[in-house]
């Protein structure tokens, strides 16, 4: 069963400081994506990563792949209060035939002026 | 614009009653999901629906039945709703024929309270 675990669950940063949130996954994947969800609205895309050692950027946002480890990296630089909100990873692979995107439970961000 | 699109957008059941959220997407893609957000538990699969013509369960398909309409259509219905099935509801949609490569498109939610 595929599995996908982040950390830190609830994370509380200043601005200007420089975090990294952790995603790892228990069985080979296909993809790997990250999202961004701001309170009461839907999941927008972030990072589409496909394979190993694949590095995403977009802002102050970075995302990463290691195959390998099984982990994938989300790191914010310099945060600004904007970039509050709950990100979650999701891994898509192939189970019993079918392609299906499994979530992590998501990191609660909250920056802080 | 094109995407996918969910009514209702809110919605208040009494325990028992029944009820049917629609999701309908225009990007002419294969597969179509149901996921369920509860706090702190990421999105869960509910059912899904490879392609038009057939559905099979995901991980949490208790309580809940779907059928695609055709390739645009694809539905979740509670037949008998019970407070455990409170949550916010998306549907999404993804290209076929293995992963996709541009992701999944996700609708904005259906906010269902039963009580």
């Known amino acids: 069963e595929l599995k996908v675990e982040q950390n830190p669950l609830f994370l509380s940063m200043q601005e200007g400081k420089n975090y990294t949130i952790y995603c790892n996954y228990s069985?080979?994947?296909?993809?790997l994506y990250w999202y961004r969800q701001d309170p009461g609205k839907s999941l927008e895309s972030l990072f589409v990563?496909?394979?190993?050692?694949a590095v995403k950027q977009e802002g102050r946002l970075m995302a990463s792949l290691d195959t390998k480890a099984r982990l994938s990296t989300l790191h914010i630089t310099a945060a600004v209060h904007d970039l509050s909100a709950t990100y979650f990873c999701?891994?898509?692979?192939?189970?019993?035939?079918?392609?299906?995107?499994?979530f992590g439970q998501g990191t609660r961000l909250t920056i802080n002026p | 614009n094109a995407g996918v699109t969910q009514t209702p957008k809110f919605q208040v059941l009494k325990t028992g009653q029944s009820m049917t959220l629609q999701c309908a997407q225009d990007?002419?893609?294969?597969?179509m999901y149901w996921y369920r957000q509860d706090p702190g538990m990421g999105l869960r699969l509910i059912y899904y629906s490879a392609s038009e013509g057939t559905t099979d369960k995901g991980e949490v398909p208790n309580g809940y039945n779907v059928s695609r309409l055709n390739k645009r259509e694809f539905s979740l219905r509670l037949e008998s709703a019970a407070p455990s099935q409170t949550s916010v509801y998306f549907c999404?949609?993804?290209?076929?024929?293995?992963?996709?490569?541009?992701?999944?498109?996700f609708g904005s939610g259906t906010r269902l309270t039963v009580v």
């Open positions: 999701a891994v898509d692979s192939l189970i019993q035939g079918a392609q299906k995107l499994v």
């Open positions: 990007m002419n893609h294969n597969s």
């Open positions: 069985t080979t994947s296909d993809r």
């Open positions: 990563l496909l394979s190993n050692g």
């Open positions: 999404a949609s993804s290209e076929s024929g293995g992963a996709p490569l541009y992701g999944y498109t």
